[in-house]
């Protein structure tokens, strides 16, 4: 007897739930004024024209009677994000080349940078580290070189702009 009971409440609910979906879509199709409309040959050749002219969208838009839409435009917002390295003024720095890079020499160059307190950029390459110096000062360099000397260091400079 159970098994019948919840049988007949399934069924009822089913067949509730088939009716209710079969009622929206009725008032929902005889209401709609939207949806969309297959294009039969005959509409196909047709268009809207006035005084023998097609009328472009703009004019179209214009006719309507009801002025409800915003055009895209006022909305349409545009960010871009200019490369301006080239208009950007070049910084001038300074590369050592120097003859040795075993773990001593880098040491003592590390050193004597430090303490002559320049900023220094180490950047490692394949063959061997990069030195540039971040400054402008000749003598500075100079006395970089001199102090450098007495490790057996040998160092050349060159003028790199950034």
Excluded at 120 to 147: A, C, H, Q, R, V
Aim: hydrophobic letters at 40%; glycine letters at 0%.
């Amino acid at each position: 007897m159970k098994k019948y009971t919840l049988v007949a409440i399934l069924s009822a609910l089913v067949l509730a739930l088939l009716v209710v979906i079969f009622y929206l879509l009725w008032n929902f199709n005889s209401h709609s004024n939207t949806l969309p409309q297959f294009a039969t040959d005959n509409d196909t050749n047709q268009s809207i024209v006035i005084d023998d002219k097609e009328l472009t969208w703009q004019e179209e838009l214009a006719q309507w009677p009801k002025r409800d839409f915003i055009p895209a435009t006022e909305k349409f917002s545009l960010y871009f994000d200019a490369d301006t390295s080239e208009l950007k003024e070049k910084n001038k720095y300074f590369q050592l080349i120097i003859n040795k890079y075993d773990v001593y020499s880098m040491f003592c160059l590390r050193q004597i940078l430090n303490s002559f307190n320049v900023k220094y950029f180490l950047l490692k390459s394949d063959e061997s580290p990069e030195i540039f110096l971040d400054t402008g000062n000749k003598n500075l360099i100079e006395d970089i070189i001199e102090e450098l000397k007495k490790y057996k260091i040998n160092t050349e400079v060159k003028e790199i702009w950034l």
